[in-house]
Each structure stands twice: as C-alpha cells, then as structure tokens.
C-alpha cells in the first residue's frame, strides 16, 4: 500500500505563497503519475496539477504560470509552488499517486486565502 502525507498548508493573504509537500512511502519514479486535487467547501474535489514518470508536468488552465509541480526523487517527495494564491482557491489540497492499477491519496493540508 501506497502512504501519502501532505503539509505545507496554511492560511495566506490574497497574492501570497506557499509551497504544499507530500512526502509517499514508496520510490515515487516507480509511480506513473503524481498529482494534486483540491475541494472546496460543497464543491467536488478537482484536478489541479500532474507530474508524469517521464517527467511532463500539466495544468489546470487557471492555475497555469502561478502553480509549479515538481518532485525530488531522493525524497520521495511531490511538491506543489503556489504563488499570486486567490481567495477562491481556498480548499483542502490534496495529493494523490496513480498507475494503471492503483490510485491512492493523502489526507489533505488545508489553504485557506484570505482577500
């Protein structure tokens, strides 16, 4: 079984930063694909950001040019840098690893954006 753990939430001014980590139990260049999802208050979770085996990152439109996945083999750690953060981005972050036959997920850090 796959362990994910997610920190680096917290709360920050309209505009601000932070840099989420989930830290996986397993050797994450072994794992097809790592990803974040985010679900806000009564909303469905939703896709914001992955990071392919090969190295390939990809975006959430509205996310593309302020959020940056990236990943630290040695680690076994996906990190997600989240900057210009607005308000309704307000929601738990999570992290998740997937391949053709499994997908798990972390617990989720909250970041909440105040205006």
């Known amino acids: 079984q796959v362990k994910l753990a997610e920190s680096g939430g917290g709360l920050v001014q309209a505009g601000g930063s932070l840099r989420l980590s989930c830290v996986v139990s397993?050797?994450?260049?072994?794992?097809?694909?790592m990803a974040w999802f985010r679900q806000a208050p009564e909303k469905q979770r939703e896709w914001v950001a992955s990071?392919?085996?090969?190295?390939?990152?990809d975006y959430l439109n509205p996310v593309k040019g302020r959020f940056t996945i990236s990943r630290e083999f040695d680690k076994n750690s996906v990190y997600l840098q989240m900057d210009n953060l607005k308000p309704e981005e307000t929601a738990v972050y999570f992290c998740?690893?997937?391949?053709?036959?499994?997908?798990?997920w972390g617990q989720g850090t909250q970041v909440t954006v105040s205006s």
């Open positions: 998740e690893a997937a391949s053709v036959s499994y997908e798990y």
């Open positions: 397993v050797n994450i260049a072994s794992i097809t694909t």
């Open positions: 990071i392919f085996r090969d190295g390939r990152t």
